[in-house]
């Protein structure tokens, strides 16, 4: 039985010891924001935080990360809050998503250490594979959260999860709230 912290809570998996880390995340505790992309470890769509570190989940075993900590892409805020998360999204640099979580962890890991990245230090920091090519936009992005973490920038983002669509549409005009169904209630 190995035994971890995953998104603040003590977990134990009764698992093999050989297995990746990514596939008890998505498997066994079902955070499957965590995505497998390559299973070789090119890709980077599997990044999670590992005691701060950025590392990718399907290169290392539960034996490896037994008594350590482990951050998924759904514990890094709750409400999509955070800076990297909202200067995404400001920054049109999510396409097709998939690649999302991974650049949103390797990109906050970045932001912990350094609050000043240079292009070269995001190219560094960031070598996931974006199928659709977001790279200009996603280092524009990671400058913007970067402002925001330093307090020197706000975002108006759009609104957190759990908002009626009637709601996220009054609080962003270009959004239309979809018509009720017959089964659903109007208000």
């Known amino acids: 039985m190995t035994k971890l912290t995953v998104n603040d809570r003590p977990?134990?998996?009764?698992?093999?010891?050989?297995?990746?880390?990514l596939w008890a995340l998505r498997d066994a505790s079902n955070l499957t924001g965590t995505k497998y992309g390559c299973g070789n470890g090119d890709c980077g769509a599997c990044i999670v935080d590992i005691d701060g570190t950025a590392i990718r989940s399907?290169?290392?075993?539960?034996?490896?990360?037994?008594g350590r900590f482990v951050?998924?892409?759904e514990a890094l805020s709750r409400d999509r809050s955070h800076p990297v998360q909202q200067?995404?999204?400001?920054e049109q640099a999510i396409q097709c998503g998939f690649?999302?979580?991974?650049?949103?962890?390797a990109a906050s890991a970045l932001l912990r250490r350094n609050d000043r990245p240079s292009d070269a230090d995001i190219d560094?920091?960031?070598?996931?594979?974006?199928?659709?090519?977001v790279y200009p936009r996603?280092?524009?992005?990671?400058?913007?959260?970067?402002?925001?973490?330093?307090?020197?920038?706000?975002?108006?983002?759009?609104?957190?999860p759990g908002i009626s669509p009637a709601d996220a549409a009054e609080a962003v005009p270009s959004l239309t709230a979809p018509a009720p169904t017959q089964n659903e209630p109007t208000e």
Do not use: F, H, W
Request: proline share 7%.
């Open 58 to 66: 399907c290169l290392v075993t539960l034996a490896e990360v037994e």
């Open 138 to 160: 996603l280092r524009e992005a990671i400058k913007r959260a970067a402002r925001v973490a330093r307090r020197e920038e706000r975002i108006s983002a759009a609104p957190p």
């Open 87 to 90: 200067a995404m999204v400001a």
């Open 124 to 133: 560094e920091a960031i070598q996931n594979i974006c199928r659709c090519g």
């Open 71 to 73: 951050t998924t892409i």
């Open 99 to 105: 690649c999302t979580p991974g650049i949103v962890m």
């Open 11 to 21: 977990v134990e998996y009764r698992m093999d010891p050989e297995t990746p880390l």
